[in-house]
């Protein structure tokens, strides 16, 4: 078998009218041994899921760590797929911190060795369900995040004792902020008088839940799923009974569902972010989670009643 | 030289390059073998019927509490006994009996996705070339030497039986039970494959290695030949270019066959036009 095989491949390398064929073999061997490695940076890195995981990590190594981030910016994480890069970033990094509940699809397929450098930050949160769901936002409550970045914190430290001071420094700084930013929402919050926001996903649930909000929402989890009559005849009836004046998608998903909800109510459409990850343009204007998340509460602040 | 030499091997720095590439090279043996037949009977589109019949499996699986790789095995058989049964039924029309299980797998995944207690239930199913465990490695070795074995021990047979089943029958080709095992590991393989590497890429490396072999019109064995090869070196070349130029590798994959396919189209035509410019010029005593 083996030899007729062999000898057919001859006879097939040899034929003339083949000669194409082998000039793309040849050209698909010239790419397999051609083209750069990626250079084999000498700074140690810690891989992060996407934004929010990855802004934790950056506020509390400073420049001590590469921080990288898996999910490219302005990309949809529920959407994800790895590329070899990233595994290879996954590989060689010294830390993998994830947010965990579903919102890394490859999660359970982490070799042993990367599972074993892997922090989860949600871990150990308390958090919300949405129709029987765990929702995986937990980011966006501060007080949790403010945990989130304990953990990252507490993970940094324990591969690099050495900049142990630097770190606690940052991590101070990081809670200073948090705090800051809290305050200013707790203040426009304190206006809320049966406050409720319709948005595109069920996204906000735990800044619904953090300054007494309540979240009226097309679609439970996913951001780009085929919503139901029922949930769009209850929101229509919501948004009129209840005299709200815009209608809220979300960056990074389609706006059409909520344009349509808007345009049979009357209502306005304006987007939020659920900070899951920022496009490039914004992190070069300085934008960041901190000022995201301020513009996200001026726009619910503003959106009546 | 030496220098690119250096480049071509620093992907294999990595073990799960390594065993990316290996399974790649396992799968692309694979799926020519079981989805040439595929091709012949007129349901190329059958493999993606299956993938969605395996996401039916899991949206089943979720909902009842079961094992949802196994519930999307069983799907995947049943399908395809469905789509034989459906095709004897429609005669000549044997595509339609695709389009049917597809819709029905479709509308059952949808319906059940909302009861299923897990958001995105997709990450049940579709896996990815790179982040695959050693377990999963062997089931892959399993299948594709499960299916070589098939190939090569059923080759006459199912020869007979694609040129015409009442010839085969008459000489006494078991082609029922032909069919069934057929249709058995062509299921597993698609759903093991969907579980493994993406449905994706299952769908299409199933079909488009056999069909840009067919296009060279070398008969049977030689289309096998070729199939294989086509399917060994998109694979391959997949997992290589996605690891230089960071895109997806089972994108990849399925981006080369087509490109192969491509050149094929290409070069028979061209090679058509030579011939018949040959002809024209060719004097008399030669033809």
């Known amino acids: 078998m083996l030899v007729y095989f062999i000898r057919k491949c001859k006879a097939f390398a ?26 084999g940076d000498s700074k140690k890195t810690i891989v992060a899921s996407f934004y929010p995981i990855a802004f934790l990590a950056s506020e509390i190594t400073g420049n001590e760590f590469e921080v990288k981030t898996l999910v490219p910016a302005g990309s949809e994480p529920h959407e994800f797929e790895l590329t070899p890069r990233g595994v290879a970033a996954l590989n060689d990094a010294s830390l993998i911190l994830m947010n965990g509940l579903g919102m890394e699809g490859w999660e359970s397929s982490l070799s042993p060795s990367m599972k074993e450098k892997t922090i989860t930050l949600s871990q150990g949160l308390e958090t919300l369900s949405i129709d029987g769901r765990v929702d995986p936002h937990v980011w966006l ?28 420094d940052n991590y101070a700084l990081f809670c200073k902020k948090m705090v800051d930013l809290r305050g200013y929402c707790n203040e426009i919050a304190s206006s809320f008088k049966q406050k409720s926001v319709a948005v595109n996903h069920a ?54 569902v909520a344009k349509k909800i808007a345009a049979e109510t009357g209502a306005k459409v304006d987007s939020l972010n659920p900070l899951e990850g920022l496009e490039e343009s914004e992190i070069n204007r300085g934008e960041n989670y901190y000022s995201v998340y301020r513009e996200n509460m001026d726009k619910i602040a503003r959106a009546k009643p | 030289m030496l220098k690119s030499w250096k480049g071509g091997i620093t992907m294999f720095r990595y073990e799960f390059m390594v065993i990316a590439f290996v399974v790649a090279l396992l799968l692309g043996l694979t799926f020519p073998l079981l989805g040439g037949t595929v091709v012949y009977k007129k349901l190329s589109s ?30 995947c058989v049943i399908s395809f006994l469905l789509i034989g049964l459906l095709r004897r039924k429609f005669g000549k029309h044997a595509e339609i ?49 499960i299916s070589i074995f098939f190939f090569f021990f059923t080759y006459h047979r199912q020869m007979a039986c694609l040129y015409s089943e009442e010839e085969a029958k008459i000489a006494r080709v078991p082609v029922r039970l032909l069919d069934f095992l057929h249709s058995l590991l062509f299921a ?57 130029l960071d895109w997806k590798p089972g994108a990849t994959s399925v981006g080369v066959a087509v490109v192969i396919l491509l050149f094929f189209l290409l070069y028979r035509g061209v090679s058509r036009a030579l011939l018949r410019h040959k002809r024209l010029n060719a004097p008399v005593s030669d033809q």
Not at chain 2, 56 to 68: C, M, N, P, Y
Not at chain 2, 103 to 119: F, N
Not at chain 2, 200 to 219: E, W
């Open chain 1, 14 to 39: 040899t034929r003339k009218v083949n000669a194409n064929m082998r000039h793309t073999l040849a050209l698909l061997l010239a790419f397999l041994l051609c083209g750069c490695a990626p250079s």
């Open chain 1, 141 to 168: 409550d501060t007080r949790l995040y403010e945990q989130m970045g304990k953990k990252v914190y507490e993970g940094i430290v324990s591969i690099d004792k050495e900049h142990a001071q630097i770190y606690a």
């Open chain 1, 203 to 256: 996204a906000f649930g735990y800044m619904a839940a953090e300054f007494g909000f309540e979240q009226l929402y097309i679609n439970s989890l996913s951001p780009n799923e085929e919503p139901t009559q029922k949930a769009i005849e209850d929101i229509i009836e919501a948004i009129s009974s209840q005299g709200i004046d815009t209608v809220f998608f979300e960056e990074l998903a389609s706006d059409e």
């Open chain 2, 46 to 75: 059958s493999g993606d019927a299956l993938a969605h019949s395996a996401l039916a499996g899991v949206a089943i699986g979720l909902v009842s509490g079961l094992q949802a790789l196994y519930m999307s095995i069983v799907c």
């Open chain 2, 97 to 145: 009996g695709v389009v049917v299980v597809l819709s029905a797998a479709i509308a059952v995944t949808g319906i059940l996705s909302g009861y299923a207690s897990s958001g995105n239930f997709e990450s049940y199913l579709f896996g990815s070339i790179l982040l695959i465990s050693y377990d999963e490695l062997y089931v892959v070795i399993a299948l594709a030497a």
């Open chain 2, 188 to 244: 597993l393989t698609v759903a093991i494959g969907a579980k493994i590497v993406g449905s994706l890429v299952v769908s299409s490396m199933l079909v488009l290695p056999t069909a840009a072999a067919l296009l060279l019109k070398k008969g049977y064995r030689m289309t096998c030949i070729i199939s294989v090869i086509v399917s060994l070196i998109s694979m391959s070349s997949g997992i290589v270019l996605s690891y230089y």
